[in-house]
């Protein structure tokens, strides 16, 4: 019999039944967290996930190789049918629960045309297995309802959340439940050392998809990212994206970010939603590998003076 455990799932656009307040059109130039899913059959399903984050009905907009969205993928069955799913096949690791590790593991994928899970990878783990058991689930996942674009089905990459909780004492698991969410906190939430710093991250730690240069793709991604009471990052969501690698490698230098100094309202720390913008410039990029090619060739001169002193 498998061991109980805790496992919470979130996927674009949704950023689970919690309420978000304070949405605003300062915090970009659309309403962007607005999506419109029109299933028939899921009528109930619909209410619940498009419920929790619409201010008034605009477009989502994603460019690049995806193009303007106008339904995101959904699964079919709903959320009941995809945490049964989840919960019918995912097994807590051995090594895991042997070293008490516990934590959220991201992945990715993309829901094709024709609504099957197809390019699973891994955004960020915890390791002891669990990286591997949320890469292997997500790759069993049977089809969605795939997303839209002019009437039309097309392909759309989404992130997925699996918590591993180890269950306590008395054999259960369980998750605190969650504050609202706030769009315009009063004092916005920030990242440690500010904007000089989160720019300094970002260009260390981002590494250009080689897709991306190959097609010459340049622009901006924009990641939806909830700042918890803590300053940890938790739910991600893809609100902008250009195709190429880009809109995952972006997923992934997020979650890879130290903890954030939290947003305040009234002068206490709440959770908040922050649009998170990536810049992927070509120009910028053949910059740093000019660079890079300059202090290698200075290494091996350095290299070569040090062999002929010998």
């Given at each position: 019999?498998?061991?109980?455990?805790?496992?919470?799932?979130?996927?674009?656009?949704?950023?689970?039944?919690?309420?978000?307040?304070?949405?605003?059109?300062?915090?970009?130039?659309?309403?962007?967290?607005?999506?419109?899913?029109?299933?028939?059959?899921?009528?109930?399903?619909?209410?619940?996930?498009?419920?929790?984050?619409?201010?008034?009905?605009?477009?989502?907009?994603?460019?690049?190789?995806?193009?303007?969205?106008?339904?995101?993928?959904?699964?079919?069955?709903?959320?009941?049918?995809?945490?049964?799913?989840?919960?019918?096949?995912?097994?807590?690791?051995?090594?895991?629960?042997?070293?008490?590790?516990?934590?959220?593991?991201?992945?990715?994928?993309?829901?094709?045309?024709?609504?099957?899970?197809?390019?699973?990878?891994?955004?960020?783990?915890?390791?002891?297995g669990c990286d591997?058991?949320?890469?292997?689930?997500?790759?069993?996942?049977?089809?969605?309802?795939?997303?839209?674009?002019?009437?039309?089905?097309?392909?759309?990459?989404?992130?997925?959340?699996?918590?591993?909780?180890?269950?306590?004492?008395?054999?259960?698991?369980?998750?605190?439940?969650?504050?609202?969410?706030?769009?315009?906190?009063?004092?916005?939430?920030?990242?440690?050392?500010?904007?000089?710093?989160?720019?300094?991250?970002?260009?260390?730690?981002?590494?250009?998809?080689?897709?991306?240069?190959?097609?010459?793709?340049?622009?901006?991604?924009?990641?939806?990212?909830?700042?918890?009471?803590?300053?940890?990052?938790?739910?991600?969501?893809?609100?902008?994206?250009?195709?190429?690698?880009?809109?995952?490698?972006?997923?992934?230098?997020?979650?890879k970010m130290p903890?954030?100094?939290?947003?305040?309202?009234?002068?206490?720390?709440?959770?908040?939603?922050?649009?998170?913008?990536?810049?992927?410039?070509?120009?910028?990029?053949?910059?740093?590998?000019?660079?890079?090619?300059?202090?290698?060739?200075?290494?091996?001169?350095?290299?070569?003076?040090?062999?002929?002193?010998?």
């Amino acid at each position: 019999m498998k061991s109980t455990f805790l496992f919470t799932i979130t996927f674009l656009f949704l950023f689970g039944s919690q309420k978000v307040y304070g949405m605003s059109a300062d915090i970009f130039d659309e309403s962007i967290f607005y999506f419109h899913q029109k299933y028939e059959n899921e009528e109930d399903t619909i209410k619940k996930v498009s419920g929790s984050v619409i201010t008034k009905p605009a477009p989502i907009y994603n460019r690049g190789n995806f193009g303007v969205i106008e339904q995101s993928p959904l699964y079919i069955g709903g959320e009941k049918a995809r945490l049964k799913f989840l919960k019918g096949n995912l097994v807590y690791p051995k090594e895991a629960k042997e070293k008490g590790i516990e934590g959220n593991v991201y992945v990715s994928f993309i829901v094709n045309e024709d609504g099957n899970v197809e390019q699973v990878e891994l955004l960020h783990g915890i390791g002891g297995g669990c990286d591997e058991e949320a890469v292997r689930v997500a790759k069993m996942m049977p089809r969605w309802y795939p997303g839209k674009k002019d009437g039309k089905e097309v392909g759309f990459p989404c992130f997925m959340r699996i918590k591993f909780t180890l269950p306590d004492e008395k054999g259960e698991s369980s998750e605190p439940i969650k504050d609202e969410v706030f769009v315009m906190a009063e004092q916005p939430p920030q990242y440690p050392g500010g904007k000089e710093a989160l720019s300094k991250f970002i260009q260390e730690n981002l590494t250009y998809p080689i897709e991306a240069k190959e097609k010459r793709i340049e622009g901006t991604v924009y990641i939806a990212v909830t700042i918890e009471k803590d300053g940890s990052i938790d739910d991600i969501s893809l609100a902008r994206g250009i195709g190429g690698g880009c809109d995952v490698e972006a997923a992934r230098l997020v979650l890879k970010m130290p903890k954030w100094k939290p947003g305040k309202v009234k002068g206490k720390e709440v959770r908040s939603l922050y649009m998170m913008p990536i810049k992927f410039d070509l120009a910028t990029e053949r910059k740093k590998d000019r660079e890079k090619e300059k202090q290698e060739k200075k290494k091996q001169k350095e290299h070569k003076k040090s062999l002929d002193k010998k």
